[in-house]
């Protein structure tokens, strides 16, 4: 018996591979390099069809053509570690997994040079070393990937362009021919092979969809926006073309995981991006101009209302002698915790998603901000009266900058000694005899003034009785302004509300979620609890920026911020500190997250195992169907071998004979005898002898062996029913 030999390849049609190499290069400039994508696209595609027939020239050297790819790809990821350095700004993994909107030439030459590799060899082995079709679809898989998950939207023409592109890959496959002397067998290394490339092709997709961070693109911009107007006397009008609106809770509430900022901090507190005064129902917030204005030199004024320097100065007058009147009061406060006796705590913000933007995020109580300076010049910046901070013009992208603020506590002491002192009274007795200096006294006279204007231009008719009748009954018999607002803050925790990201509300109402539903976002307990603080005659802003949680910590101990780190609240005037945070969600239990994931997992298991019953239930029909759209990709030679394989395995069904074992003669005379189909049984078996062990190609019309074959398939189904 003569020996077996292996199938030889005639080539794959290169024009196609061309296509579909284009294709895939469009889809990752699209996400990676979109300001510059035709002539990256351009490049890529050059590249990577380089790459392509290098490896086509080394197809008869299989292993020697893997070794290499190996090689390469590790030499040009270590020129990519080495270009895009963890110490750059943006690193070359910021750069590929951040899709950013700068562009960077050097870390974008790495990203084409190393996508080159990843998507020309790949291609080349999937058309010409181990040529299947479906397997085509695992390079494409890495620009989809990366532009479903960074980008969070494909646009429907590079998709129809990347189906096209696979389609004539898929045409233009390599084929293989047999000698005419090899009698075809299954290969059983070969199927091993194709297992274990798939195998391993699978858990990297696995890994690739848990490690890539998912974007809806969600820039930071769409959270800052800039600032054009400008007036002649402060330089800027503060929110002239900010955000005039909140974004009221609609519902299905499906937050990115991208990147926005990282911050750098020991003392970490929420990050403040705009306030809002005037509620407007269903339509949230807007806000009220005269608090909007701007001004520069702020920060010496800012640092005078150090609330803690103010309790030590007093005491330690009440001490020497001082503030008689109220030394009793004064000498029984505690110490200053050591913690906040700092100066001033400081937070680096670093926006990492490429925005360009004129507003400042910072923690309350700022007292002042270091803006990185391009070409030796930094940025003026402003602050106005609703605690908005901005620059005069736009930062760069990617701009860092540090803000200091105060990290104070209200200290309870001092809050209930000032139920029997008036403030005012007491900061004029310690300006008078020297304790404090009479700037410092100004500035917590103007602060509470401030605050008193801001409260009267909020009643604007939003509190309704009822909202009114709900703070009265949670702050009864409360004696002070902090008491009430922390109990306005717990009460939510208390009176049954619920937070839920995917809670679809009737009404987009405060009194909705107060009084019929209970169930909702930050948004909804921010704006509930600016109008409850108010109803109470407390001073409150709606305010909205981002909460710094530990699970968003990394391994450099930074914060990581995204916008599933968005985050409404409170802000409130306290007589005797300033403006605390209230947050309402803080206490509230999240009801829906794990129920969602026990849904979801329920419904995927059902699909699954209503899938595995489908395949087990169709499984002939499936093949078949998987027969049919393989059988016409093929060459002649391998639709007569895939017909007399499959009248084969039909045979041996029938008789439960070993298909190895069982000769072309045996199968016709099982099909005769059984279905009665000796014609058409005569014809596949006279064709796939003269292919396996004829001297010329067979002359059998393919077409009528489909149908002879379709016919055998036909009647033996009729009979086993």
């Excluded at 898929?170 to 798939?198: M, Q, S, T, W």
């Excluded at 490690?211 to 330089?235: C, F, H, K, W």
């Excluded at 006279?686 to 059998?700: I, K, Q, R, S």
Aim: aromatic share 12%; hydrophobic share 40%.
């Amino acid at each position: 018996m003569k020996k077996r030999s292996k199938p030889i390849f005639s080539g794959a049609e290169i024009p196609a591979s061309l296509i579909y190499l284009c294709a895939m290069s469009a889809g990752l400039m699209y996400t990676l390099c979109r300001d510059y994508m035709f002539i990256c696209t351009v490049i890529m595609t050059a590249v990577s069809f380089g790459v392509y027939m290098i490896f086509y020239a080394l197809r008869k050297k299989k292993g020697f053509s893997l070794l290499a790819f190996v090689v390469l790809f590790l030499i040009v990821y270590a020129v990519c570690n080495i270009v895009g350095s963890p110490y750059r700004s943006p690193s070359f993994f910021e750069f590929i997994f951040n899709a950013s909107e700068f562009f960077d030439p050097a870390l974008a030459g790495m990203t084409i040079l190393l996508c080159s590799l990843i998507i020309g060899f790949p291609t080349c082995y999937f058309t010409v070393y181990l040529p299947r079709p479906s397997f085509l679809l695992l390079p494409s898989f890495v620009p989809l990937i990366l532009t479903a998950r960074l980008v969070g939207r494909i646009p429907l023409g590079l998709l129809v362009f990347t189906a096209v592109g696979y389609l004539l890959a898929a045409l233009g496959i390599a084929r293989p021919e047999f000698p005419a002397d090899n009698a075809y067998v299954d290969d059983k290394r070969a199927h091993i092979e194709r297992a274990a490339v798939i195998g391993t092709a699978g858990v990297i997709a696995a890994a690739l969809l848990t490690v890539i961070p998912r974007n809806d693109y969600t820039p930071m911009i769409r959270y800052l926006e800039d600032l054009t107007q400008r007036t002649s006397a402060y330089g800027r009008r503060a929110l002239s073309e900010f955000t005039e609106n909140s974004t009221p809770n609609r519902g299905n509430n499906t937050p990115s995981d991208n990147a926005l900022f990282v911050v750098y901090t020991n003392f970490p507190r929420n990050v403040s991006r705009q306030s809002f005064d005037i509620y407007e129902g269903d339509e949230g917030w807007t806000f009220n101009s005269d608090f909007s204005r701007g001004y520069n030199n702020w920060e010496k004024r800012r640092s005078r209302l150090n609330i803690n320097k103010l309790i030590a100065d007093l005491k330690k007058g009440a001490k020497d002698g001082k503030l008689e009147e109220y030394s009793e009061e004064l000498n029984k406060l505690d110490d200053i915790p050591e913690i906040y006796s700092i100066a001033a705590a400081n937070m680096t913000i670093r926006i990492v998603d490429g925005s360009s933007t004129s507003v400042i995020m910072h923690p309350s109580e700022s007292i002042g901000v270091n803006i990185t300076s391009v070409n030796g010049v930094s940025p003026t910046s402003y602050r106005n009266d609703n605690d908005e901070i901005f620059t005069e013009r736009q930062m760069p992208r990617n701009a860092s900058y540090v803000v200091n603020y105060f990290y104070n506590q209200p200290n309870e002491q001092f809050l209930e000694m000032l139920e029997k002192v008036d403030l005012k009274t007491l900061l004029d007795a310690a300006a008078e005899e020297g304790v404090i200096e009479s700037a410092v006294r100004d500035e917590f006279v103007n602060e509470s003034r401030i605050a008193e204007t801001y409260y009267n231009a909020g009643l604007d008719g939003s509190i309704t009785d009822e909202i009114q009748a709900v703070a009265d009954e949670i702050t009864a018999g409360l004696s002070n302004d902090y008491e009430k607002a922390v109990a306005i803050e717990k009460w939510f925790g208390d009176a049954g509300f619920t937070y839920d990201l995917s809670f679809v509300p009737e009404r987009a109402e405060a009194d909705y979620f107060l009084f019929a539903s209970r169930r909702g976002i930050c948004t909804d307990f921010a704006t509930a609890s600016t109008l409850l603080l108010r109803a109470a005659g407390i001073p409150a802003r709606y305010t909205e920026g981002f909460v710094l949680r530990e699970d968003a910590i990394d391994s450099y101990g930074r914060y990581v911020v995204t916008e599933e780190h968005a985050h409404a609240y409170s802000t409130a005037f306290i007589e005797g500190y300033g403006w605390l945070e209230i947050d309402g969600t803080k206490y509230a239990p999240v009801g829906s997250l794990s129920d969602q994931f026990t849904q979801a997992l329920m419904i995927f298991i059902i699909i699954i195992f209503i899938m595995i019953a489908a395949i087990i239930i169709f499984r002939r029909q499936i093949s078949e169907l998987c027969f049919a759209a393989a059988y016409r990709m093929r060459s002649k030679n391998g639709k007569i071998r895939a017909i007399y394989l499959k009248t084969r395995r039909l045979a041996c069904n029938i008789t439960d004979a070993d298909p190895k074992s069982t000769t072309a003669e045996e199968v016709c005379d099982i099909i005769s005898r059984t279905l009665s189909l000796k014609e058409e049984a005569t014809e596949i078996t006279n064709a796939a002898n003269e292919l396996f062990y004829g001297t010329g190609a067979p002359e059998a019309d393919v077409k009528k062996l489909y149908r002879d074959y379709k016919a055998i398939h036909r009647m033996k189904r009729s009979r086993r029913k």
